[in-house]
């Protein structure tokens, strides 16, 4: 499946997180991407990180999202058919995310991720789960995504970009499976098990904001805030532990 869907993901890092957060991305899950790029305000041929024109800080996310996903496009286009954009304290399972687009259409102007039903017509992805855009949204976004149509900077990042996307007539898709249980997760696993959401999630989650084992999918994609020590954990019980004499079939949980 990996050669069949392709997907490059772009990390958002900063000089200050390398060694203490995107290092641990490296040595997890960002190998299992086609190919991984990881988006600073500086170049580091070491790591290494892409050095875009902008400066560090929350009121610039905005700006580097617009500048990271342009560099993709004029850099790698043909590199992949989705784009997947996530923060350096996200955790990507990627054969559930190439899963997940296996009955999707990478030529269609659509994105995908964890959905808010706020501020954006028919709603937006939240930036901290991660989002996935389709090569023919990406394609709209570097080429007619421009200052008389889309915020270039400020604002909240994964809202200008929602915004922005939807002028552009790119639909901010579905991700929930069959069983109506969430993939893209706006926070580490234990709060999605256990509750104890901020009272915004309640407002504007569009899946009603619900916790337990049981509204998690099977297939999970991503879970966000998660620690290095979580991460690693998560890379253990994910692709390590079996328990012993239980065979797990293969689940059809695409819509």
Not at 139 to 145: E, Q, S
């Amino acid at each position: 499946m990996k050669k069949k869907i392709r997907v490059l993901c772009w990390v958002m890092t900063s000089p200050q997180s390398l060694s203490t957060k995107a290092i641990h991305v490296k040595h997890t899950w960002g190998k299992r991407c086609n190919k991984i790029l990881y988006m600073s305000s500086v170049s580091d041929p070491k790591f290494p990180t892409i050095g875009l024109n902008i400066s560090e800080g929350r009121q610039h996310l905005t700006g580097k999202t617009m500048q990271a996903f342009r560099y993709v496009y004029q850099n790698h286009f043909n590199d992949a058919d989705w784009f997947m954009k996530a923060d350096d304290d996200t955790y990507v399972i990627v054969e559930n995310l190439r899963y997940f687009l296996s009955t999707k259409n990478p030529n269609d102007p659509i994105y995908f991720g964890h959905h808010f039903k706020t501020i954006v017509k028919g709603g937006y992805h939240s930036g901290g789960a991660g989002y996935v855009l389709s090569k023919e949204a990406l394609r709209r976004f570097a080429l007619l995504g421009n200052s008389q149509l889309c915020r270039q900077d400020g604002g909240a990042e994964d809202a200008e970009i929602g915004s922005c996307l939807m002028k552009l007539n790119v639909t901010a898709g579905k991700t929930v499976d069959n069983l109506g249980r969430s993939r893209f997760h706006c926070f580490n696993l234990n709060t999605h098990l256990h509750g104890g959401f901020p009272d915004w999630f309640y407002k504007y989650d569009s899946n009603g904001a619900r916790s337990g084992i049981h509204n998690i999918s099977d297939y999970p994609i991503t879970f966000h805030y998660v620690s290095p020590k979580e991460m690693h954990a998560l890379e253990y019980y994910v692709y390590h532990l079996r328990p012993f004499g239980i065979v797990s079939g293969a689940q059809d949980l695409n819509v």
